[in-house]
């Protein structure tokens, strides 16, 4: 034992002092004059008997608590504890990093993940510092740097699994910020995990320096078996005015081991459509075909369920569908050909995601209401119409599309010239020789972009014999040039709309563009675009943001219910950030206006994300390899031993205060047992 203040000891010397009151202190007599007694020598009164110690228990009390106090100001510590302390490198920072993604529901992986997290806490000395960071997609600190395992089991025990995906890129990095901040020179993570493989790409920016260090924990299991649903389809079909869906759900079997028999239950606004009943492989992918419902109303909510396994979260597929609202658009063309419009009006006739309601009608007849309740206006090969004048340019700038399709007939009024994206100019003939093909296709526009992947249309297969030169205006957007490269396509925008040219036509005059497999998509796409059209989601995935200021289209008040119960209001500016909703959930969520309103509210289906549902493990020595540069099995590099000072040593062990208190507790008893003892002596 040492001793950081020891001239405190010299108050040793105090121990005297009990042992002097015992033998010094003279009993006190009364004094009684006698007038007969008043010439006697006086004699000085000694009192034999206090000389001797007769109370040695309050002796020994009193002398032991001087003894206690004095050693507590000299603050004493134990020499061989420091040594231990120093030995060990000192205290840690350690980072508890805990996986809560929705694979961590499989069997009893999050109970075991919980309890190896308890060990590490459990495994603390008094002096480490513990982070407690929950991650899925994202991560966030749950229980900063503390000392205290209380507290740390309970964050453990309060946290559940998420629905989110697994990503270890940012719990990892913020695990390398948290110790890169602490002092302490030993600074150690834990990574508890199934260690998914889609968790983990290989180019996420996490690199430990040397001095800190990585351990894993997996709680995967050998083999595992699931089957989830990632996905389903829908196929719309009109009947007696009525639209009926047929759902198609998807099936995929992660297992090594067959799944035979597996109901799998179509449920709608809560009442079950049907249930069939398949079998899946392993390591395939199946699908089952429901027969087809009505579709009544909007926002019609619901689900399908297949089976039942150790990750229950992946069996079931949440969905919300709308009836489809068709594209209206109006065909303006000329009379002197009956059939001008032929191709084009068959193609936009054949499909039903979107529907297109056609109006088909001619220059002449054309009047300011053809333009009313369309959403797309088709000019093909016809003249300007007389009756567009003003009324077409109103119509593009309050979002309305226009469509050119320029021919010999085509004319545009010099007046009108603000609403082209350049001026047309004369016909230029390729038929004799070779004819005209295709040349550019600007792939980044919304639409050509269906076209980018490979064998997805070739272009280039049409032959184009007439087009009309278009000299484009600035500001202007060229889509499609041809092989000389003259502007096939352009783009203009105006006011909320737009407005596109195509420099040939769409029938077998000019080209046979018409004939080929990608006119339909290529028509299709223009009148979508053109037209503003977004196909109504049926689904979200875990982990997106959604902008509700867009979709309730406007600025009300709006109250937002997550699957859970949560309620979230959202204040009537719903712009920038309040407007913004993450979908952290497995469900359908419910927006409600904040005021009272009828109607069913409107609804938002979300899912796990598909890679969840894929549990085989990635090697954990492989990523703690990676981040900190050295194998999960070599033996980290001890940090070099913290050499305490006296004072630090002294001050881990607060060995004084202890002393302190019984000196002071000792000096109470003694108190407490001399006043019992002195008033018993005088009554004797």
Known sequence: ??????????????????????????????????????????????????RRIRHWALLLLRTAAIMLIVLAFA??????????????????????LLDQSASMGYGSHWDRAREAARQVVRRLSRDDRATLVLFSRNAEENMRATSDKPRLEAAINAAR??????????????????????????????LISDFQKTGWSGSEDAHFPEDMTLSAASVAEASTMNLSVPSISFARAAFSGQERITVTAGLSNRGGAPLNDVPVTLSVDGHEIDTRRTSVLPHTSSSVVFPPFTLMSGNVRGN?????????????????????????LAIVDALERSDASLFLSKALSIGTTPAFQIDVTSTSRATPTTFDKRAVVVLNDTPFPPAGAGALKRFIERGGGLLVVAGDRTTWPSTEAGLLPGTLGQAVNRTSGRSASLGFLDYSHPVFEVFKAPHSGDFSAAHIFRYRALDVAPNTRVLARYDDGAVAGAE????????????????????????????????????????????????????????????????????????????????????????????????????????????????????????????????????????????????????????LTREDAERRQGIWWYLLLTGLLMLAMETVISNRLSRKEKFL
């Not at 003279?26 to 034999?48: D, G, N, W």
């Not at 297949?306 to 709308?322: Q, R, Y």
Request: net charge neutral.
């Open 492 to 643: 203009r925008k105006v006011g909320l709309g737009r407005v596109i040219v195509w420099t040939s036509t769409f029938d077998d005059t000019s080209s046979d563009i018409a004939v080929k497999p990608v006119f339909l998509p290529l028509v299709h796409q223009l009148v979508r675009y053109l037209g503003h059209y977004e196909a109504a989601t049926s689904w979200f995935t875990v982990g997106q943001v959604l902008d509700l200021s867009a979709r309730t289209k406007g600025r009300a008040a709006r109250i937002v219910v997550s699957p859970s119960g949560e309620r979230m209001t959202q204040t009537a500016a719903g712009e920038g950030a309040e407007g913004l909703l993450e979908l952290t959930e497995q469900g359908v969520y419910e927006i409600r206006a904040a005021t009272a309103s009828t109607g069913r509210p409107d609804a938002i289906a979300v899912n796990l994300d598909p890679a969840e549902s894929d549990l085989d493990p990635l090697d954990p020595g492989e990523l703690v390899a990676a981040v900190s540069g050295h194998a999960a099995s070599a033996q980290a590099q001890p940090a070099a031993p913290q050499q």
């Open 304 to 328: 399908v369920r297949a089976g039942s396994d150790p990750l229950i979260a992946d069996n079931t597929f949440h969905f919300v569908l709308a009836p489809s609202e068709p594209v209206a």
């Open 161 to 190: 699994v998420t629905s989110g995906a697994t990503r270890y890129g940012p719990a990892l990095k913020l695990a390398e910020s948290i110790l890169g901040q602490s002092p302490l020179k030993r600074r150690e993570a834990v």
């Open 75 to 96: 603050r004493p510590f134990l020499r061989k504890d420091g040594d231990a302390i120093a030995a060990t490198g000192g205290a840690r920072e350690v980072v508890i």
């Open 1 to 50: 034992m040492a001793f950081l203040t020891p001239a405190f000891l010299i108050g040793l010397g105090a121990l005297a002092i009990p042992v002097l009151i015992h033998l010094i202190q003279r009993e006190r007599k009364r004094v009684v004059e006698f007038p007969s007694l008043m010439f006697v020598r006086r004699i000085p009164y000694q009192s034999v008997r206090r």
